[in-house]
């Protein structure tokens, strides 16, 4: 049975996982992997679809907001800077 272009509406207070999708700025699919990997807001199954919470999508996109954003107590996490080699003299011609 082919699907119909109109789904029915979500809850009050979730969105169908396209809208989460268009509102955290991902595709469908990165939306699928974050799902999987657990790191999205959380879907609730209702009537064979997936709903996620609006406070939640909004939850989620101000914590990624929110990391991105460089700290400057941070501490990083890469190596050291290497001593800079100081320059030879250049040469004097040798005199004759």
């Not at 807001?41 to 996109?61: F, M, N, T």
């Not at 501490?75 to 004759?96: D, F, I, N, Q, Y």
Request: hydrophobic residues 30%.
């Amino acid at each position: 049975m082919p699907r119909t272009s109109n789904p029915p509406p979500p809850p009050p207070g979730y969105i169908w996982s396209d809208e989460a999708a268009r509102r955290m700025s991902i595709t469908r699919r990165t939306l699928w992997n974050y799902r999987h990997i657990g790191k999205g807001p959380e879907p609730q199954r209702y009537r064979g679809r997936l709903a996620y919470s609006i406070a939640d999508v909004e939850a989620h996109i101000a914590a990624e907001l929110g990391t991105s954003e460089p700290d400057a107590d941070r501490v990083r996490e890469s190596r050291p800077p290497e001593p800079r080699l100081t320059r030879k003299p250049a040469r004097t011609p040798a005199a004759a």
